[in-house]
């Protein structure tokens, strides 16, 4: 007996060891009493403690908070720096604590920042923007630009994505045909600019763009990997179409999954029988926005769900009925291009890829691939109870830069043979607006890809997002070749059960 307790208490004490293996350094980085406040960059180092390499996924867009993660994996033992800016109007104590989620961890860990602010440095309030307040004054009565340079040659190039991610909106232009990019109607505030190009290193930058500001320079630096790949665009007298992206708002169903999780970990142990739902949005005076209400009857038995979807479909966890449907090895492959932001593209991925991994088992399998300036591993191989996880990945989905979906294929194709099931779903879902750009790859070497794999049990279905006709095509003869289906999305409604009854069609027994 005292050996199995002592054996328990040690299993404890390495289970808590594991879950704080990755920190970061100092835990709290403490500013102090600071005179002049001009906004000043917190340096923080992580190390990774664990036994796996580590991505650090990306957060979302915060008016007040500039986070600079470092790109691609961590390595075991590896220590990086991490950069934050905190802007603020707020004379006095400051405290912030900023989620950081990384590839292969449920739990977050913590940014933490603290200090006090005696007084503001003149420059403070001109070089960074008013966060207390929303600002709709046009940026200049001069339209200022934004030149791209060859960081090398100093030469001015066009043909570039650009995407702006600001406090109130985004603005997106594709493969732009002039040698300077025009802001108009960009209000005052801070901005994230994404600048990407076949051939180059996709750039991302922090400006401030106010009443004076002119001109924007970002050099790019050449890729080592996409080096033949640079596009020459013949420049045009026709202006380059700015699309104006409106800030996504959470959809009925979401505010419903937000509110189902809040009232499953109220009643836990209990079953929570849906009678009726009624989505009212009220917004109080400090513009947040009122849950939903959710008419139900609760009863003192062990958990339940119940499904809309025929009993002979699931099991009583809401999962797939195992004697009906075969073990699934799923890899997503995720266009992870800027044009995937228009039209809540990426969005209604999104409620489609949830609504599909909600139904998976253990025995089931799911890969996560993305391809934009690179084909990139995001989730390898985790079973289909681990949603969480699954979760964090999909919500840190964020379209930016070039669509080199060749790659992608190739590489997802490769994780799929991996982890193949024999007798099992082994299907590889790609989901695009299908605008594919691969100097390594002809359309003819992506059929016949898809094709042999079909041929070794691996099926390709293709998600489509897009209008254009030629994009439409591609999609069409890839499903086909690969022997799978051919999915259009073009609404929310088209897009929620879409992922899910796919996967049961290629899984049915």
Not at 139 to 161: F, L, R
């Amino acid at each position: 007996m005292l050996k199995f307790l002592k054996y328990l208490l040690i299993s404890i004490l390495f289970i808590n060891l594991s879950a704080s293996a990755q920190q970061i350094t100092p835990s709290v980085y403490n500013f102090g009493k600071v005179k002049l406040w001009n906004n000043p960059k917190a340096e923080i180092l992580f190390t990774n403690n664990g036994n796996e390499r580590v991505l650090f996924l990306p957060i979302p867009y915060q008016r007040n908070l500039y986070v600079n993660l470092p790109e691609g994996y961590v390595n075991p033992g590896e220590t990086v720096k991490l950069e934050a800016i905190f802007y603020t109007e707020d004379l006095g104590n400051f405290i912030v604590n900023q989620p950081l989620y990384l590839s292969g961890w449920s739990e977050p860990i913590y940014l933490s920042m603290k200090g006090k602010i005696i007084s503001f440095h003149p420059d403070a309030h001109t070089a960074c923007p008013n966060m207390g307040q929303e600002q709709k004054e046009e940026a200049s009565s001069q339209i200022a630009e934004i030149i791209v340079k060859d960081k090398e040659t100093g030469e001015i190039i066009n043909g570039v994505d650009v995407l702006l991610l600001g406090p109130n909106k985004n603005f997106f232009v594709e493969k732009t045909r002039k040698m300077s990019i025009p802001l108009k109607k960009v209000d005052i505030g801070l901005y994230q600019i994404d600048v990407s190009k076949p051939g180059y290193i996709m750039k991302q930058e922090l400006v401030y763009i106010n009443k004076n500001t002119q001109t924007i320079v970002v050099e790019l630096e050449r890729s080592p990997y996409d080096f033949d790949v640079i596009e020459k665009i013949p420049e045009t007298d026709e202006d380059d179409k700015i699309v104006e992206i409106e800030k996504p708002k959470e959809s009925d169903q979401d505010a419903i999954e937000r509110l189902r999780e809040k009232m499953n970990e109220r009643f836990k142990g209990k079953t929570i029988i849906e009678r009726d739902v009624m989505v009212v949005k009220e917004t109080t005076d400090s513009n947040e926005t009122v849950d939903p209400i959710l008419t139900s009857e609760v009863a003192d038995t062990i958990p339940e769900v119940i499904s809309n979807e025929p009993q002979e479909d699931f099991q009583e966890s809401g999962e797939l009925n195992p004697s009906k449907y075969a073990s699934n090895n799923v890899v997503f492959l995720i266009d992870e291009s800027s044009s995937m932001m228009l039209h809540e593209k990426m969005d209604m991925l999104k409620v489609s890829m949830k609504k599909a991994v909600a139904a998976l088992r253990k025995e089931d399998r799911v890969t996560i691939i993305v391809y934009s300036r690179r084909a990139e591993v995001r989730l390898e191989s985790m079973t289909g109870d681990r949603k969480k996880e699954i979760y964090a990945v999909i919500d840190a989905l964020t379209p930016g830069g070039r669509s080199y979906g060749a790659e992608g294929l190739s590489m997802s194709y490769k994780y799929a043979k991996r982890n193949f099931i024999a007798g099992g779903n082994n299907q590889l879902i790609l989901a695009t607006d299908g605008l594919f750009n691969s100097p390594n790859f002809t359309d003819k070497d992506m059929y016949s890809m898809a094709s042999e794999n079909a041929n070794s049990g691996i099926l390709t279905t293709v998600v489509g997002f897009g209008r254009d006709k030629k994009a439409i095509d591609f999609m069409e003869n890839l499903s086909t070749s690969g022997g799978g289906s051919f999915i259009r999305i073009k609404t929310s409604e088209e897009a929620e059960n879409a992922l899910l009854s796919e996967i049961m069609a290629q899984a049915l027994r």
